[in-house]
């Protein structure tokens, strides 16, 4: 079976949510490249820290995928549209799950697909104490981009575990997940604490294992998201094709 290659993943946002969900891109063996925020910027101040990068197209080049956890829906907005999403390549995915208002990610979704870049949103709402309440899962339902829904799938639930294992994860916590998805390369706990990543080898067939445990593992963290009920199931090959 073939198994896609794992995506490079750029985590801009703010600290500390940027941090786990990084945490937990590395602990599956993602590339992570992060830009974080101290919590609580402004826009104003957020504008002046992107604008001081040199090269956003150069930054966000080796990325095929972008993860966005800014923690007001403000500083999202004029991040993205003023830096980020001009230097975002055609054909990357990126994730959202960071908070934003409706009319805010209708617009950001609309102005992304039209730059060629797909746009999945699943806003979190957090407080300083941890998530508040899970937004929906990431679709790429009725896009063009359906094909990288098995990457938006690992990103994020790789992203939540991160959030899991931090302790901010809400009323969401390890116990919820299944503990066999990693038994290949690590033992679970030794997993969930960071301790131990996913084995490395220059062997094909390893990497593509590696790949595939990967996956299976961000699965079982939205299968236990929606068991929880946590957030709505994915939609359905129906819901997609009425």
């Known amino acids: 079976m073939v198994v896609p290659a794992l995506p490079v993943v750029a985590v801009l946002g703010s600290a500390p949510v940027a941090h786990f969900a990084a945490h937990g891109l590395s602990s599956v063996g993602l590339a992570a490249h992060t830009w974080a925020l101290p919590g609580r910027y402004s826009a104003r101040r957020a504008a002046?820290?992107?604008?001081?990068?040199?090269?956003?197209?150069?930054?966000?080049?080796?990325c095929d995928t972008i993860l966005t956890a800014f923690d007001h829906p403000s500083v999202?907005?004029?991040?993205?549209l003023q830096h980020l999403l001009p230097a975002v390549r055609r054909g990357a995915?990126?994730?959202?799950?960071?908070?934003?208002?409706?009319?805010?990610?209708?617009?950001?979704?609309?102005?992304?697909q039209r730059m060629g870049v797909?746009?999945?949103?699943?806003?979190?709402?957090?407080s300083p104490d941890g998530?508040?309440?899970?937004?929906?899962?990431?679709?790429?339902?009725?896009t063009p981009w359906r094909a990288r829904q098995p990457d938006a799938n690992l990103v994020y639930g790789a992203a939540i575990a991160g959030l899991v294992s931090s302790g901010f994860g809400g009323t969401f916590t390890a116990a919820d997940l299944p503990r066999a998805t990693a038994h290949d390369f690590a033992l679970w706990?030794?997993?969930?604490?960071?301790?131990?990543?996913?084995?490395?080898s220059d062997e094909p067939a390893a990497e593509r294992l590696a790949a595939m445990e990967a996956r299976t593992h961000c699965e079982a963290v939205i299968a236990a998201l929606v068991r929880r009920g946590l957030v709505s199931?994915?939609?359905?090959?129906?819901?997609?094709?009425?």
């Open 93 to 112: 995915l990126w994730i959202q799950i960071g908070p934003v208002t409706e009319s805010g990610a209708c617009a950001l979704t609309d102005l992304s």
């Open 233 to 242: 199931p994915p939609t359905s090959q129906q819901d997609e094709h009425p």
């Open 76 to 80: 999202l907005e004029v991040v993205m």
């Open 131 to 142: 998530i508040a309440a899970y937004g929906p899962l990431p679709s790429l339902a009725r």
């Open 118 to 126: 797909a746009c999945a949103q699943a806003p979190l709402r957090w």
């Open 48 to 62: 002046a820290m992107a604008d001081s990068v040199p090269d956003w197209s150069a930054q966000l080049a080796p």
């Open 189 to 200: 706990d030794a997993e969930l604490r960071g301790t131990i990543t996913w084995a490395r």
